[in-house]
Protein backbone atom coordinates (compact mmCIF):
# COMPACT_ATOMS: atom_id res chain seq x y z
CA UNK A 1 0.00 0.00 0.00
CA UNK A 2 1.08 3.52 -1.19
CA UNK A 3 1.81 6.02 1.42
CA UNK A 4 -1.26 7.83 0.57
CA UNK A 5 -3.01 4.71 0.05
CA UNK A 6 -2.19 4.13 4.80
CA UNK A 7 -3.03 7.51 5.28
CA UNK A 8 -6.40 7.57 3.63
CA UNK A 9 -7.28 4.62 4.96
CA UNK A 10 -6.04 5.39 8.54
CA UNK A 11 -8.33 9.01 8.13
CA UNK A 12 -11.06 6.76 7.36
CA UNK A 13 -10.63 4.42 9.67
CA UNK A 14 -10.70 7.73 12.56
CA UNK A 15 -13.75 9.14 10.96
CA UNK A 16 -15.73 5.90 11.57
CA UNK A 17 -14.53 5.79 14.93
CA UNK A 18 -15.41 9.57 15.05
CA UNK A 19 -19.08 8.30 13.67
CA UNK A 20 -19.44 5.78 16.14
CA UNK A 21 -18.52 7.68 19.14
CA UNK A 22 -20.60 10.55 17.95
CA UNK A 23 -24.13 8.41 17.71
CA UNK A 24 -23.05 6.55 21.33
CA UNK A 25 -23.27 9.88 22.77
CA UNK A 26 -26.65 11.48 21.32
CA UNK A 27 -28.99 12.25 24.19
CA UNK A 28 -32.34 11.03 22.39
CA UNK A 29 -35.71 12.76 24.13
CA UNK A 30 -36.83 10.45 26.92
CA UNK A 31 -33.85 7.91 26.83
CA UNK A 32 -30.79 8.08 29.15
CA UNK A 33 -27.71 5.94 28.25
CA UNK A 34 -25.90 7.35 30.64
CA UNK A 35 -26.58 5.54 33.63
CA UNK A 36 -27.93 2.40 33.35
CA UNK A 37 -29.35 2.73 30.28
CA UNK A 38 -33.01 3.54 31.81
CA UNK A 39 -35.89 3.46 29.39
CA UNK A 40 -38.09 6.27 29.89
CA UNK A 41 -41.08 8.27 28.50
CA UNK A 42 -41.21 11.10 26.20
CA UNK A 43 -39.66 14.41 26.54
CA UNK A 44 -41.88 17.58 27.72
CA UNK A 45 -39.26 19.55 25.77
CA UNK A 46 -37.85 22.43 27.05
CA UNK A 47 -39.40 23.60 29.44
CA UNK A 48 -39.72 21.75 32.85
CA UNK A 49 -43.13 20.14 33.83
CA UNK A 50 -45.01 22.29 36.35
CA UNK A 51 -44.44 19.84 39.18
CA UNK A 52 -40.64 19.45 38.83
CA UNK A 53 -40.56 23.76 39.01
CA UNK A 54 -40.92 23.04 42.42
CA UNK A 55 -38.15 20.47 42.64
CA UNK A 56 -34.29 21.32 43.24
CA UNK A 57 -31.54 21.27 45.51
CA UNK A 58 -31.10 24.65 46.88
CA UNK A 59 -26.83 24.58 48.40
CA UNK A 60 -27.39 26.13 51.76
CA UNK A 61 -23.84 26.28 53.02
CA UNK A 62 -23.43 26.48 56.14
CA UNK A 63 -26.68 25.95 56.76
CA UNK A 64 -27.28 23.80 60.86
CA UNK A 65 -28.89 20.78 60.43
CA UNK A 66 -32.15 20.04 63.07
CA UNK A 67 -29.95 17.76 64.75
CA UNK A 68 -32.96 16.73 67.19
CA UNK A 69 -34.83 15.33 64.43
CA UNK A 70 -36.43 11.83 64.88
CA UNK A 71 -35.63 9.01 63.16
CA UNK A 72 -35.95 5.10 63.33
CA UNK A 73 -32.99 3.19 61.84
CA UNK A 74 -32.60 -0.04 59.63
CA UNK A 75 -32.50 -2.68 62.81
CA UNK A 76 -35.41 -0.86 64.31
CA UNK A 77 -34.38 1.39 66.72
CA UNK A 78 -35.65 5.19 67.40
CA UNK A 79 -32.97 7.86 66.77
CA UNK A 80 -31.95 11.05 66.46
CA UNK A 81 -29.79 13.20 63.73
CA UNK A 82 -27.85 13.97 65.94
CA UNK A 83 -26.40 10.39 67.22
CA UNK A 84 -24.55 10.64 64.00
CA UNK A 85 -22.35 13.91 64.56
CA UNK A 86 -19.68 14.95 66.75
CA UNK A 87 -16.59 13.29 66.37
CA UNK A 88 -17.01 12.35 62.08
CA UNK A 89 -18.55 14.19 59.11
CA UNK A 90 -21.03 12.32 56.97
CA UNK A 91 -22.23 12.03 53.56
CA UNK A 92 -25.91 12.39 53.49
CA UNK A 93 -28.36 11.28 50.98
CA UNK A 94 -32.19 11.93 50.72
CA UNK A 95 -33.59 9.27 48.43
CA UNK A 96 -36.43 6.51 48.96
CA UNK A 97 -35.92 2.96 49.14
CA UNK A 98 -38.76 1.82 46.68
CA UNK A 99 -37.56 4.39 44.50
CA UNK A 100 -38.02 2.74 40.47
CA UNK A 101 -35.83 4.79 38.97
CA UNK A 102 -33.11 7.56 39.53
CA UNK A 103 -31.95 6.79 43.62
CA UNK A 104 -30.51 3.40 43.19
CA UNK A 105 -28.19 5.14 40.16
CA UNK A 106 -27.36 7.89 43.03
CA UNK A 107 -26.16 5.26 45.45
CA UNK A 108 -24.83 3.01 43.10
CA UNK A 109 -22.79 6.21 42.30
CA UNK A 110 -22.01 6.56 45.83
CA UNK A 111 -20.56 3.44 46.65
CA UNK A 112 -18.57 3.39 43.48
CA UNK A 113 -17.02 6.75 44.69
CA UNK A 114 -16.43 5.53 47.85
CA UNK A 115 -14.92 2.10 47.18
CA UNK A 116 -12.02 4.78 45.84
CA UNK A 117 -11.89 6.68 49.10
CA UNK A 118 -9.25 5.88 51.06
CA UNK A 119 -11.21 6.35 54.58
CA UNK A 120 -13.06 3.95 56.49
CA UNK A 121 -17.02 4.72 57.31
CA UNK A 122 -17.56 4.44 60.72
CA UNK A 123 -14.18 5.34 61.49
CA UNK A 124 -13.26 8.83 59.70
CA UNK A 125 -16.87 9.48 58.25
CA UNK A 126 -20.34 8.18 58.65
CA UNK A 127 -22.90 7.50 55.67
CA UNK A 128 -26.41 9.06 56.94
CA UNK A 129 -29.00 7.91 54.08
CA UNK A 130 -32.71 8.83 54.96
CA UNK A 131 -35.91 8.11 52.98
CA UNK A 132 -38.04 10.53 52.00
CA UNK A 133 -40.99 8.28 52.01
CA UNK A 134 -42.60 8.32 55.46
CA UNK A 135 -44.38 5.21 54.82
CA UNK A 136 -40.99 2.86 54.09
CA UNK A 137 -40.03 0.79 57.61
CA UNK A 138 -37.05 -0.64 58.72
CA UNK A 139 -37.32 -3.08 56.90
CA UNK A 140 -36.85 -1.33 53.44
CA UNK A 141 -33.62 0.15 55.22
CA UNK A 142 -32.09 -2.82 56.23
CA UNK A 143 -32.73 -4.37 52.72
CA UNK A 144 -31.36 -1.34 51.21
CA UNK A 145 -28.77 -1.11 53.08
CA UNK A 146 -27.53 -4.98 53.04
CA UNK A 147 -27.68 -4.68 49.26
CA UNK A 148 -25.08 -1.76 48.96
CA UNK A 149 -22.33 -2.80 52.42
CA UNK A 150 -22.31 -5.99 50.26
CA UNK A 151 -21.24 -3.56 47.34
CA UNK A 152 -19.09 -2.09 49.13
CA UNK A 153 -17.52 -4.86 49.92
CA UNK A 154 -15.94 -4.07 53.10
CA UNK A 155 -18.57 -5.92 56.00
CA UNK A 156 -16.12 -4.87 58.64
CA UNK A 157 -17.22 -1.16 58.11
CA UNK A 158 -21.07 -2.01 58.40
CA UNK A 159 -21.61 0.57 61.74
CA UNK A 160 -20.49 3.19 59.27
CA UNK A 161 -23.76 2.89 57.18
CA UNK A 162 -26.63 4.33 58.34
CA UNK A 163 -30.36 3.94 56.70
CA UNK A 164 -33.27 5.41 58.42
CA UNK A 165 -36.51 6.23 58.37
CA UNK A 166 -39.17 8.67 59.70
CA UNK A 167 -42.23 10.43 59.68
CA UNK A 168 -42.97 13.62 57.57
CA UNK A 169 -42.48 16.31 59.93
CA UNK A 170 -38.57 15.10 60.88
CA UNK A 171 -38.58 14.66 57.10
CA UNK A 172 -39.30 17.98 55.90
CA UNK A 173 -36.98 19.92 58.32
CA UNK A 174 -34.13 17.59 57.07
CA UNK A 175 -34.60 18.19 53.45
CA UNK A 176 -35.49 22.16 54.13
CA UNK A 177 -32.12 22.50 55.79
CA UNK A 178 -30.31 20.82 53.02
CA UNK A 179 -32.80 22.72 50.60
CA UNK A 180 -33.62 19.38 49.06
CA UNK A 181 -36.59 19.93 47.06
CA UNK A 182 -39.50 17.06 46.63
CA UNK A 183 -43.01 16.72 45.77
CA UNK A 184 -45.35 13.63 46.02
CA UNK A 185 -46.70 12.00 42.54
CA UNK A 186 -49.21 9.30 41.48
CA UNK A 187 -47.32 6.14 40.52
CA UNK A 188 -48.88 3.75 38.16
CA UNK A 189 -52.18 2.78 40.07
CA UNK A 190 -53.35 6.60 40.64
CA UNK A 191 -52.18 6.86 44.48
CA UNK A 192 -49.59 9.00 44.91
CA UNK A 193 -46.41 6.26 45.87
CA UNK A 194 -43.79 8.19 43.71
CA UNK A 195 -42.08 11.29 44.79
CA UNK A 196 -40.63 14.09 42.06
CA UNK A 197 -37.08 15.09 43.49
CA UNK A 198 -33.52 15.73 41.99
CA UNK A 199 -30.33 13.42 43.13
CA UNK A 200 -27.66 15.20 45.03
CA UNK A 201 -25.61 14.08 47.57
CA UNK A 202 -24.26 16.49 50.51
CA UNK A 203 -21.28 16.56 52.53
CA UNK A 204 -21.93 17.91 56.28
CA UNK A 205 -19.03 18.99 59.14
CA UNK A 206 -18.87 17.24 62.21
CA UNK A 207 -20.88 19.71 63.55
CA UNK A 208 -24.19 18.80 61.57
CA UNK A 209 -23.41 22.09 59.23
CA UNK A 210 -23.99 21.97 55.50
CA UNK A 211 -20.51 21.76 54.21
CA UNK A 212 -20.23 20.59 50.59
CA UNK A 213 -23.17 19.99 47.70
CA UNK A 214 -22.30 17.56 44.67
CA UNK A 215 -25.31 17.02 42.34
CA UNK A 216 -25.80 14.26 39.89
CA UNK A 217 -25.63 10.49 40.16
CA UNK A 218 -21.30 10.06 39.67
CA UNK A 219 -19.32 11.70 41.75
CA UNK A 220 -15.41 12.08 41.93
CA UNK A 221 -13.69 10.12 44.90
CA UNK A 222 -10.97 12.82 44.62
CA UNK A 223 -13.32 15.59 45.47
CA UNK A 224 -15.46 13.46 48.27
CA UNK A 225 -11.46 12.63 49.97
CA UNK A 226 -10.97 16.26 49.99
CA UNK A 227 -14.47 17.59 51.06
CA UNK A 228 -14.79 14.83 54.02
CA UNK A 229 -11.11 15.65 55.03
CA UNK A 230 -12.29 19.70 54.87
CA UNK A 231 -15.56 18.82 56.51
CA UNK A 232 -13.50 16.76 59.25
CA UNK A 233 -12.13 20.76 60.07
CA UNK A 234 -15.65 22.10 59.77
CA UNK A 235 -14.22 24.03 56.95
CA UNK A 236 -17.78 25.09 54.72
CA UNK A 237 -17.34 24.70 50.50
CA UNK A 238 -18.37 26.59 48.01
CA UNK A 239 -21.42 26.48 45.66
CA UNK A 240 -21.49 24.26 42.77
CA UNK A 241 -23.08 24.39 38.92
CA UNK A 242 -26.48 24.03 40.19
CA UNK A 243 -26.60 21.20 37.23
CA UNK A 244 -29.58 18.59 38.78
CA UNK A 245 -30.70 15.01 37.02
CA UNK A 246 -34.53 14.86 37.76
CA UNK A 247 -36.46 11.64 39.08
CA UNK A 248 -39.99 11.94 37.85
CA UNK A 249 -42.91 10.02 37.73
CA UNK A 250 -45.94 8.09 36.06
CA UNK A 251 -48.61 9.64 34.60
CA UNK A 252 -51.56 8.57 34.22
CA UNK A 253 -52.56 10.93 31.70
CA UNK A 254 -49.63 10.00 28.63
CA UNK A 255 -49.36 6.24 30.21
CA UNK A 256 -45.79 6.14 30.39
CA UNK A 257 -42.99 6.96 32.48
CA UNK A 258 -40.79 10.19 32.51
CA UNK A 259 -37.23 10.70 33.05
CA UNK A 260 -36.46 14.13 32.87
CA UNK A 261 -32.79 14.47 32.42
CA UNK A 262 -30.50 17.48 33.24
CA UNK A 263 -29.91 19.85 30.30
CA UNK A 264 -26.62 19.27 30.51
CA UNK A 265 -26.70 16.23 29.55
CA UNK A 266 -28.01 17.64 26.37
CA UNK A 267 -26.01 20.43 26.22
CA UNK A 268 -22.67 17.69 26.29
CA UNK A 269 -24.06 15.90 23.27
CA UNK A 270 -24.65 18.66 21.22
CA UNK A 271 -20.77 19.94 21.85
CA UNK A 272 -20.01 16.39 21.31
CA UNK A 273 -21.80 16.63 18.40
CA UNK A 274 -20.20 19.64 17.33
CA UNK A 275 -16.39 18.81 18.66
CA UNK A 276 -17.08 15.58 16.36
CA UNK A 277 -18.48 16.56 13.01
CA UNK A 278 -15.65 19.34 13.20
CA UNK A 279 -13.15 16.83 13.56
CA UNK A 280 -14.30 14.69 10.69
CA UNK A 281 -14.77 17.84 8.49
CA UNK A 282 -11.37 18.66 9.04
CA UNK A 283 -9.68 15.44 8.31
CA UNK A 284 -11.80 15.02 5.28
CA UNK A 285 -10.06 18.12 3.95
CA UNK A 286 -7.03 17.27 4.69
CA UNK A 287 -7.72 13.61 2.99
CA UNK A 288 -8.84 15.78 -0.25
CA UNK A 289 -5.81 17.96 0.34
CA UNK A 290 -3.10 15.24 0.04
CA UNK A 291 -5.21 13.59 -2.61
CA UNK A 292 -4.72 16.55 -4.61
CA UNK A 293 -0.89 17.05 -3.95
CA UNK A 294 -0.44 13.42 -4.52
CA UNK A 295 -2.27 13.42 -7.57
CA UNK A 296 -0.30 16.43 -9.34
CA UNK A 297 2.78 14.63 -8.03
CA UNK A 298 1.79 11.65 -9.70
CA UNK A 299 1.01 13.39 -13.15
CA UNK A 300 3.77 15.68 -12.79
Known amino acids: MTKWGATRSGWKMAA ?20 GDKAAGENTGDQLPVVLQKVGVAQHLNQQLPLDAAFVDDTGKPVHLGDYFGKHPA ?11 LCSEELDGLT ?7 LTPGKDFEIVVMSIDPTETPADAAKKKAFYLKRYGRSETADGWHFLTGQKPAIDAVSSAIGFGYVQVPGPDGRLTQFAHASSIELVTTQGKMAQYYLGVEYSPKDILLG ?8 IGSPVANILTYCYHYDPQTNKHSLIVARVVQFGGMVTMA ?26
Open 91 to 101: VVSMVYYNCPL
Open 275 to 300: GLGGFIFLMFRRDLKLGRDHDLTKNG
Open 16 to 35: SVAVFSLLSCVVLPGQVSSY
Open 228 to 235: LIDASGNK
Open 112 to 118: SALEMVK
